[in-house]
């Protein structure tokens, strides 16, 4: 089986600060996925990284896959409080199945 | 936009008996899925399923079942339900086409609670 290993799982920060969250896997994936998730919701898709070495930002985040496509990374720089949410990683395998990592609870403090 | 709709919330029931959990997609995708969620632990796949009448074990099957009449409906079966199922209950669609890259499409979960 292949597993996610996903840190910190929790993170608590002042708004305008930047933290870094980390996805780390001995597996190599197709790509990878980050979903993020509100309370009562579902997870909803933020980016998809497909290539070793590539770089996608959104905004104030910036995505990372690893050159070997065993790892990620998600980075937010100055944090603010709508960012607060449950982040997700999820490894694209075979038959468009996702292997997720454990999340990192994110609360910004105004 | 995909809508997924589980058709129950909060579900509270009884050790030992069997709970049926809806799943509706109005996209005519062809994968749907089934996960549950648990704190620290992430999305653990159950069950999915590529097309209608087909069904294929996920990484944590013991204990349900599935089944899909018709491709917009995915059914989660605890066919004799256990205080260790109590959880959140997630259901997913996929349009299908492999290694697209496509999002999977979540419902808003179902919260069960086994008493």
């Known amino acids: 089986t292949q597993l996610l290993e996903q840190s910190p799982q929790f993170l608590s920060i002042q708004e305008g600060e930047n933290l870094t969250v980390y996805c780390n896997s001995s597996s190599v994936f197709s790509s990878l996925q980050w979903y993020r998730q509100e309370p009562g919701e579902g997870p909803v898709l933020l980016v998809t990284v497909v290539t070793g070495g590539e770089v996608k930002k959104l905004k104030r985040l910036t995505f990372q896959f690893g050159d070997a496509r065993k790892d990620s990374s998600l980075h937010i720089t100055a944090a603010q409080p709508g960012d607060t949410g449950l982040y997700l990683c999820?490894?694209?395998?075979?038959?468009?199945?996702?292997?997720f990592g454990g999340g990192t609870r994110l609360m910004v403090k105004p | 936009d995909v809508k997924v709709t589980q058709s129950s919330r909060y579900l509270v029931k009884r050790t030992g008996e069997k709970v049926f959990l809806e799943c509706v997609q109005d996209m005519d995708h062809e994968n749907m899925f089934w996960y549950r969620q648990d704190p620290g632990l992430g999305l653990r796949l159950i069950y999915f399923s590529y097309d209608v009448k087909m069904k294929e074990k996920g990484d944590i099957p013991e204990g349900y079942s599935v089944s899909r009449e018709k491709k917009e409906r995915f059914s989660l079966i605890l066919e004799s339900a256990s205080t260790n199922q109590t959880s959140m209950y997630l259901c997913?669609?996929?349009?299908?086409?492999?290694?697209?890259?496509?999002?999977?499409?979540f419902g808003d979960g179902t919260r069960l609670s086994i008493l």
């Open positions: 999820a490894g694209v395998r075979a038959g468009n199945m996702l292997t």
């Open positions: 997913a669609s996929h349009e299908g086409t492999p290694y697209s890259n496509q999002p999977q499409h």
